[in-house]
């Protein structure tokens, strides 16, 4: 279900242009930041050392799983901050696994250094809510699994490339990135870059399990009197 009423929604590389839809499994929406909301959401960016990622009061947007209840992608500034890399580093032909609220897609589309941009969406009623608000022109908005490359279609290299299909990061996230790499590297340019949101973030969720592993083991082993 779609209705007539559009969502646009701008506030700094986080704009937006989406119809409110709603499908089975997903719902995009506008919700609201109080400042009750933003009050203690900042305090712990704040403790953190996390500024950039601090919100204000306002009308936002988000695209929800509604059958895992979760958010697959929103407008606040943590969003927009996991983005601003590939917004400032990307050129050539630019290939995107994970399509989202297609918020990082306006800018790209801006960017004189960009030929073309080639997305990658495994579920088919995200790209139905999602891919009227990108006329065919710079963008081409393709249905599959970015760990099965050989069946998405793709021809051609890229320069690019930017993975972003994960809700949350967990143990596990840093090694699939690293698979998704290993597994596009015939569409690699000889000056490719690979970008991964969170990638960071996923490294040190990796180091805490080994580290975490290690230490039940020494406690098993009696080596460890902690």
Known sequence: M????????????GYVRVKHAESPKYLIEEFSVTEADSFYFNQRCQAQNLSAQ???????????????????????PAEIYDHTEICQKSYGRVLICGLGLGMILHQLCRNDHISEIVVVEKEPEIINMIAPAF?????TILQGDAFLPEECGITGQFDTIFFDIWNNITSQTYSEMQTLSALWKNWQSPRIQILHRKEKLAMEAQKRQK?????????????CRL
């Open 2 to 13: 779609t209705t007539d009423h559009m969502i646009q929604s701008e506030n700094s590389l």
């Open 54 to 76: 601090c919100i204000r009061p306002g009308i936002y947007v988000h695209l929800l799983d509604k059958q895992k209840d979760e958010v697959v992608m929103s407008n606040i």
């Open 135 to 139: 006329p065919e022109g710079k963008v």
């Open 211 to 223: 580290f975490n592993c290690m230490e039940k083991e020494m406690r098993k082993s009696n080596k």
